[in-house]
């Protein structure tokens, strides 16, 4: 099954939902008040919406995600590969490495995961 696309506010939305998750409705429209600034209706319309989409589910006022915060980010990496790397994962490890000021220890574990990657 894919993973339903969750967009740049909903993503936010999201990480408080998974962080407090199981959470009652009344209590994630106060969090995301405090967090988000949004008002009720826009919460409530947010989780309809991915309700709708079978990313959460709210049941008896009880909302809980259907999609894990893994799941999320590797479809938005698998997004990003196809739509700007031409689906090439060394493409976008040399465009990433190139921007970024890598520790010794960052690339050691990034070797290392690869290399267990590739086993």
Do not use: G
């Not at 998750?21 to 919406?49: F, M, Q």
């Not at 999320?72 to 990496?77: F, G, P, T, W, Y």
């Not at 990003?80 to 960052?106: C, M, V």
């Amino acid at each position: 099954m894919k993973t339903p696309k969750i967009f740049e506010s909903e993503y936010r939305f999201c990480l408080i939902l998974w962080e407090n998750e199981p959470i009652n409705s009344t209590a994630l429209v106060k969090l995301c008040k405090e967090k988000l600034d949004w008002s009720k209706t826009t919460t409530y319309t947010v989780i309809k919406r991915l309700a709708d989409r079978k990313v959460l589910k709210n049941e008896n006022t009880i909302v809980t995600s259907l999609i894990s915060k893994d799941e999320a980010q590797v479809s938005e990496i698998d997004e990003l590969l196809t739509k700007k790397f031409e689906n090439s994962l060394p493409q976008f490890i040399a465009a990433f490495a190139k921007q970024q000021n890598l520790s010794d220890s960052e690339i050691e574990e990034i070797y290392k995961i690869i290399h267990k990657e590739v086993k």
